[in-house]
């Protein structure tokens, strides 16, 4: 089988181009250089996961009345919810904030792809105590042909922390967390 061409090569994120992993070694082994397609729905999971729990500035205050700085790295990750009322945050409220961070903080997906759905616990509601569950699809940049990115995420209210999974792995009736642990 020939070689992939350039253009249809997978490249790791500017992040992780810039990232010296061998900083000893003279020149970057071609490995590092070209990813596979796993490696790079791992690298935008990873990625998902920190974009999700940064806090940016958020709807409040002077960053609401500056549209230049609301869509700046300034507001990279999620408004910080700590401190919030749990019964005001609704799903689609939460739905809406994580969505809006991937359409402005992840461009390797297709902004029109992204769903972002509150998942049930069974019991008609996403809400288990204090863990809010997710599951986000998209079309994942690839060459030749885009890519379905399926996670699981969770929302803990009270770490104020988010666990994101590959959804795939978790649907076999593990949570993000137990797979993340």
Sequence with gaps: MSEPSARDRLQPSLLDRLTDFEPHARHESRERRVISSRALRDSVQRDIGWLLNASGLGEDGDAANLPHVAASVLNYGLPDLAGRDVA??????????????????????????????????????AKTGHVI?????????????????????????EAGEVRVADASTTRAGASAGEQLA
């Design 88 to 125: 005001a945050l609704t799903a689609g409220t939460l739905e809406r904030l994580i969505r809006d961070a991937l359409w402005a903080f992840e461009p390797r997906l297709a902004r029109e792809s992204v769903r972002v759905t509150a998942v049930g616990d069974g019991k008609g509601g």
């Design 133 to 157: 569950r997710f599951e986000i699809e998209a079309d994942m940049w690839s060459q030749p042909y885009p890519e379905r990115l399926f996670l699981r995420t969770e929302l803990d209210l």
